[in-house]
């Protein structure tokens, strides 16, 4: 008999007793299996239902319960690939592995869409995000926004004293908070889905069958496997690394004192994030960066100002350096590098290397299993985040797509998708906004005026410094700038790169107008509430036609 998948919607469930009634009623009639509530707050039902039981039927069942509900769809599941017909402890419709953003993801859609779900986890619960990056180091980098506001208001007559940074109590609250965060968001979670996803604490690796070996010598067999292994911080193997212990991001932010002075390799998101929010805090900072500027592929007028906002706060950075070695000197660590053709050394108690990201691949065995990976060893996925093996997908950082949490996310519910019904859902990168957390942030989303250029746009650009927004007038913060492209003959808008405060808040509209396809006259025409920040999107877009000392207030 063929089976079929329906989604339904139940009204009326107020605590976990309901989902067992509900369950009970629905596992006496006949035709009707797998039967899965995965969280009774929302009402969400999948079943896997005969396809000569009808609506009604199910309808009648769920009332009998003492509840109501609405089909809200109700699909085939002879897939593609078909899920596995054994149901012995060891089979799985999914196996996931890694626990982070792009790993969960996967694994809650592939329990929503009725698949036997696993999720194999070697390290910590909840990857990178929750434990290592995104959480830990943005509570970092706001207790340092706030320590540096207390000294540097720029409102007369508030300017408070800062009686210096208690860096041990700064971290122990940002570990507190990563715990409840990691408990709220992913054991708690998981815990909800217990009925549909088994979690094994274990490395896992793949056999040459494709089945997934765990540490205690268990082999999981899986109809569909998911990577989402992630990725961990690179370092640069420099003569001397071996005697001189180097900080990583993770590293860093577990530290048990703060170092006096630092000197961080890197310029691109982490070494400013970090780099400002230990200055802030007190430490002397310099970054290297091996490139002309930070933040090499935002536009040149953002990296200018980010740098010239971090050299007003005493940072020191040095572009166009290249590292040569590393030694100790008197206790201290050294830099040897070349700078300008020149050697020069850079001293700091601690080195930070913030060069970039190394994928979790080592323990998987992917040649076992025929998973390509690219020259840096990050697995080569399509749009449909398929490998090259037909049952595998990947997802997240480990993979050759950009390495940030929502896109993991994004990519694991498609990896998922895709491995447990028709294949065909793809991971739109188009209008992908970015923010970097350094203050003023760096945001930015589509082209740069460069990118257009070279992707054949006659291009029109406007650039509005901040000392034109009111929002930032009134804050008495005027740093920063939007810059604005936009096609010439369309009048699209193409890109927007905004450096400012809150532009982690700015970018997302400028990221609709871009999804949606508005033009730059789209965004005059639209009302922007006075005085906020966003508003600078919209003074950007008057200044394309507009000189922008002609601007009046409310963006008139
Ligand atoms: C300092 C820092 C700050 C960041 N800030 C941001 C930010 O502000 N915004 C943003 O969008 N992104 C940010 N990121 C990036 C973001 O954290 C990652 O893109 C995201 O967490 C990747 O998720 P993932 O699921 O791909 O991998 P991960 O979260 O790394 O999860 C992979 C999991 O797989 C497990 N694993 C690995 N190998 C195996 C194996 N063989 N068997 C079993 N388990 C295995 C690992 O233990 C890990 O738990 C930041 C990253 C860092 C380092």
Same mark, same amino acid.
């Given at each position: ?431 992908? #906004? ?94 922007? #509430? ?27």
């Amino acid at each position: 008999m063929a089976k079929q998948t329906m989604e339904i919607q139940v009204r009326g469930m107020t605590c976990d007793n309901c989902r067992r009634h509900i369950k009970g009623s629905l596992s006496a009639v006949d035709g009707i299996s797998d039967i899965r509530i995965p969280d009774w707050h929302n009402g969400q039902m999948f079943l896997v239902v005969d396809a000569n039981v009808d609506n009604e039927t199910v309808t009648e069942s769920v009332r009998a319960a003492g509840y109501s509900r609405d089909v809200i769809g109700r699909r085939d599941i002879t897939p593609q690939r078909a899920p596995s017909s054994s149901r012995s402890a060891e089979n799985y419709d999914l196996i996931v592995i890694g626990t982070g953003a792009g790993g969960m993801a996967a694994a809650i859609r592939g329990a929503e869409l009725g698949g036997r779900v696993a999720i194999v986890e070697g390290g910590t619960l909840g990857g990178t995000c929750v434990n290592i990056g995104c959480v830990p180091s943005k509570t970092l980098i706001r207790a340092a926004a706030a320590f540096h506001t207390a000294g540097h208001s720029n409102f007369a007559g508030l300017k408070m004293s800062a009686d210096g940074a208690d860096w041990k109590t700064i971290v122990s609250e940002k570990d507190s908070l990563v715990s409840d965060l990691r408990q709220a968001k992913y054991a708690g979670v998981l815990e909800a889905y217990a009925d549909d996803i088994s979690v094994f604490h274990s490395w896992a690796s793949f056999t040459p069958e494709a089945r997934v070996a765990l540490d205690d010598g268990r082999q999981l067999r899986g109809a569909n496997i998911v990577i989402a292994t992630g990725a961990r911080p690179a370092t640069l193997p420099l003569p001397g690394i071996l005697d001189v212990p180097v900080l990583t991001s993770t590293s860093l932010m577990a530290l048990d004192h703060q170092p006096t002075s630092l000197v961080i390799i890197g310029g691109r998101a982490v070494a400013p994030e970090l780099g400002q929010m230990l200055a802030r805090l007190g430490t002397q900072v310099t970054i290297l960066q091996r490139s002309s500027t930070l933040i090499p592929d935002h536009e040149p007028e953002v990296a200018a100002g980010l740098i010239e906002a971090l050299r007003a706060e005493g940072l020191e950075i040095h572009t166009e350096v290249t590292p040569i070695a590393l030694q100790l000197v008197d206790g201290f660590k050294e830099v040897v590098a070349d700078v300008a053709g020149e050697r020069r050394l850079f001293r700091a108690e601690a080195i930070l290397m913030a060069v970039g990201r190394r994928p979790n691949v080592e323990r998987l065995n992917l040649d076992t299993v025929g998973v390509d990976v690219d020259t840096r060893g990050f697995v080569k996925v399509n749009a449909r985040q398929e490998t090259t093996h037909s049952h595998i997908h990947a997802a997240g950082d480990v993979t050759n797509g950009p390495k940030l949490v929502y896109v993991a996310a994004a990519a694991g519910g498609i990896a998922a998708a895709n491995a447990l019904t028709q294949p065909g859902s793809t991971l739109d990168l188009r209008v992908l #906004p970015e923010v970097i957390f350094t203050d003023p942030n760096v945001a930015r989303v589509g082209l740069t005026e460069r990118a257009a250029q070279d992707a054949g746009h006659a291009t029109k650009t406007s650039l509005l410094p901040l000392s034109y927004v009111p929002r930032a007038i009134a804050a008495r913060n005027t740093i920063g700038l939007i810059k604005l492209v936009a096609d010439q003959a369309t009048d699209k808008l193409l890109g927007a790169q905004i450096l400012a405060a809150e532009g982690g808040e700015v970018i997302q509209s400028a990221a609709l107008a871009l999804r949606f396809g508005a033009t730059v006259a789209d965004l005059r025409a639209s009302l922007f #509430p006075y005085l906020t920040q966003v508003e600078g999107l919209k003074l950007a877009a008057q200044v394309f036609e507009k000189d922008v000392t002609q601007l009046s207030c409310c963006a008139g």
